[in-house]
């Protein structure tokens, strides 16, 4: 029923991943998205998805992100990535971006090199992108236009309501992720900027448990607890919710048609 569009499981053993699996399914998460964050996380990333999943459907998505700009924007690491794509699974590019809130983050322009790329490598292979763009969300949009960009998916959303319908406006895509249940967060009027069939949800497990686990290591069987959120502040029933995420997610992703009989 519910889908996790984005997970890091990169870390966990075999044993783990069945266990999580598991876990997801039994809390009604059909399908996950492990994501890698560079080179070797990719790689992992390849083996998890080859290796599959019996308890839910598993797909994966392969790219540098703009951490590791400094070390991986060779273009060995490119012609890797370009190789690992081409895996039946992998569904997308990602995470890439740029980031300008961390200040520990290598240097923008250092950032946007490897973020073009990447986009030119997604474009080259037919591949949607999932986008790291924390504090620069309106820059990203605009390099997505500029490289004719036209699948993308704003991962772990945290701009203003302005920005995200620019970009449902722009025909890309947003997630949301534990970060919109907390207290405070005030995030009810972006979700209500976006246009429905453009939200997807994600974990981004191990990180950002939702409430009432904040604080504690996330899981992907957590995603019903976001997909519950936008359901109501949307003012849609859980199932409602459920199959607008299904569709576009399968529409986004070119992944199968979902059936909801």
């Known amino acids: ?47 998890q998805v080859l290796q599959g999943s019996t308890t839910l459907s598993l797909y994966g998505a392969c790219g540098i992100s703009p951490e590791s700009a400094l070390r991986e924007a ?26 300008g809130i961390q200040n520990a983050y290598p240097p ?26 924390r504090g620069v969300e309106r820059h990203v949009l605009n390099i997505l236009q500029e490289e004719e960009i036209h699948r993308a998916l704003f991962h772990c959303y945290t701009g203003d309501a302005e920005t995200a319908r620019s970009i449902c406006n722009s025909g890309y895509h947003i997630s949301f992720s534990g970060i919109i249940t907390f207290k405070n967060a005030h ?7 976006c246009d429905p069939a453009k939200i997807l949800i994600e974990t981004d497990s191990p990180y950002l448990s939702p409430e009432p686990y904040r604080g504690k290591a996330n899981t992907p ?41």
């Open 1 to 47: 029923m519910w889908i996790d569009s984005h997970c890091h499981l990169y870390n966990c053993s075999s044993t783990e991943l069945a266990s999580l699996y598991e876990q997801a399914a039994r809390h009604r998460v059909t399908t996950l998205v492990t994501t890698a964050t560079d080179v070797p996380t990719s790689m992992e990333v390849q083996k």
């Open 74 to 99: 060779h273009a060995a690491d490119i012609e890797t990535l370009s190789s690992l794509v081409d895996t039946p699974g992998i569904i997308a590019i990602g995470e890439i971006g740029m980031d």
């Open 108 to 133: 923008m322009a250092q950032q946007e090199k490897l973020f073009r790329r990447q986009l030119r490598l997604a474009k080259t292979k037919d591949l949607p992108v999932i986008l790291h763009s």
């Open 187 to 193: 995030f009810d009027t972006v979700i209500r900027a």
């Open 221 to 261: 069987q957590n995603a019903y607890l976001i997909g519950k959120y936008i359901a109501t502040v949307l003012g849609i029933s859980e199932k409602t919710a459920a199959e607008i995420f299904q569709k576009t997610f399968s529409s986004l992703f070119g992944t199968p048609a979902p059936n909801f009989s």
